[in-house]
């Protein structure tokens, strides 16, 4: 199965301060068709994960453009330009090329 | 609007079994694959199964193959996940969630506990 992993596990910010999110596969994300099916999801306390990006930087509709995501292959980062009191929450990144897709363990977001 | 909603979930004691439904609405339903992802208490989200359109592909995580059985009702709009042999290692809210995981249901908590 492919492992994913984050860093950091917590990550204490200022409001207005960027943030930023590492992930990694133990395998390459690039299908046989050409596509990388590495998403990121935002989890808010009491609610269901949301969908932010898409194929590593597709961001999804209604979801603020201080979010984006980059990166290629096995190396992954979503990054928020200035963070605002709402975006406090857990942060998973998903693989969805190979089975079983797989999540990251979560990366928590709390303002200083 | 699509809109995704979880019942059937509750307590059952290990060993046992229990059926969630997801009623799907707001988007063809019958077009597209849909999928299962559960969340133990405090803990992260793991991805259990997912069902192609028709309902004759259907892929599972390890942990739950041979006791979860996901299928679909493309008539009533509705997907199900037929949980059996149930393990506290089960105990966990089961989102169900459209093919690109753009929409969530609110989950249904399924606590196995004697």
């Known amino acids: 199965d492919v492992v994913m992993t984050q860093s950091p596990l917590s990550l204490p910010v200022t409001l207005g301060q960027p943030a930023s999110i590492s992930c990694r596969s133990s395998q390459g994300l690039v299908s046989t068709g050409g596509g990388t099916y590495l998403m990121w999801f935002q989890q808010r306390p009491g609610q269901s994960p949301r969908r932010l990006i898409y194929?590593?930087?597709n961001r999804d509709s209604g979801v603020p453009d201080r979010f984006s995501g980059s990166g290629s292959d096995t190396d992954f980062t979503l990054k928020i330009s200035r963070v605002e009191a709402e975006d406090v929450g857990v942060y998973y990144c998903?693989?969805?090329?190979?089975?079983?897709?797989?999540f990251g363990p979560g990366t928590k977001v709390e303002i200083k | 609007e699509v809109r995704l909603v979880e019942s059937g979930g509750g307590l059952v004691q290990p060993g046992g079994s229990l059926r969630l439904s997801c009623a799907a609405s707001?988007?063809?339903?019958?077009?597209?694959?849909m999928n299962w992802v559960r969340q133990a208490p405090g803990k992260g989200l793991e991805w259990v199964a997912n069902i192609n359109p028709n309902g004759s592909e259907k892929y599972y995580v390890d942990s739950v193959k041979g006791r979860f059985t996901t299928s679909r009702d493309n008539a009533q709009n509705s997907l199900f996940l037929q949980m059996t042999s149930l393990r506290t290692e089960d105990t966990a809210v089961y989102y169900c969630?459209?093919?690109?995981?753009?929409?969530w249901g609110q989950g249904a908590l399924v606590t196995v506990s004697s």
């Open positions: 998903m693989q969805g090329t190979h089975f079983p897709f797989t």
């Open positions: 194929k590593v930087s």
């Open positions: 707001g988007f063809t339903f019958s077009n597209f694959w």
């Open positions: 969630a459209t093919a690109g995981f753009d929409y």
